[in-house]
Nanobody, 115 residues
Framework: VQLVESGGGLVQPGGSLRLSCAAS????????MAWVRQAPGKGLEWVSE???????TNYSDSVKGRFTISRDGANTLYLQMNRLQLVDTAVYFCARAVSCSWDYWGQGTQVTVSS
């Protein structure tokens, strides 16, 4: 199993970024997938998840209405992040979800929101 995130960077408050996660080594279309993040000095925070067919999504209250999770048939998971805030600064990981947990992670991509 391999998960490779990309798309992070430095953005001003109110800006947007789109994260991608390329998945390989497993049947991507058979799993829930999630984005989780870790802010500096803090623990892991679940951000969003999407079901295998892509028609069910869930979001944490902190990102609801600003972030959109999606997936495509080319084994890629996305996170569109709009109206970014300083508190969104974190390393973002994509993860494979199993049994209300996550069993595989990517290496993460840094998102820094700063003026």
């Amino acid at each position: 199993v391999q998960l490779v995130e990309s798309g992070g960077g430095l953005v001003q408050p109110g800006g947007s970024l789109r994260l991608s996660c390329a998945a390989s080594g497993f049947s991507f279309s058979g799993y829930w997938m999630a984005w989780v993040r870790q802010a500096p000095g803090k623990g892991l925070e679940w951000v969003s998840e999407i079901n295998p067919s892509g028609d069910r999504t869930n979001y944490s209250d902190s990102v609801k209405g600003r972030f959109t999770i999606s997936r495509d048939g080319a084994n890629t998971l996305y996170l569109q992040m709009n109206r970014l805030q300083l508190v969104d600064t974190a390393v973002y990981f994509c993860a494979r979800a199993v049994s209300c947990s996550w069993d595989y992670w990517g290496q993460g991509t840094q998102v820094t929101v700063s003026s």
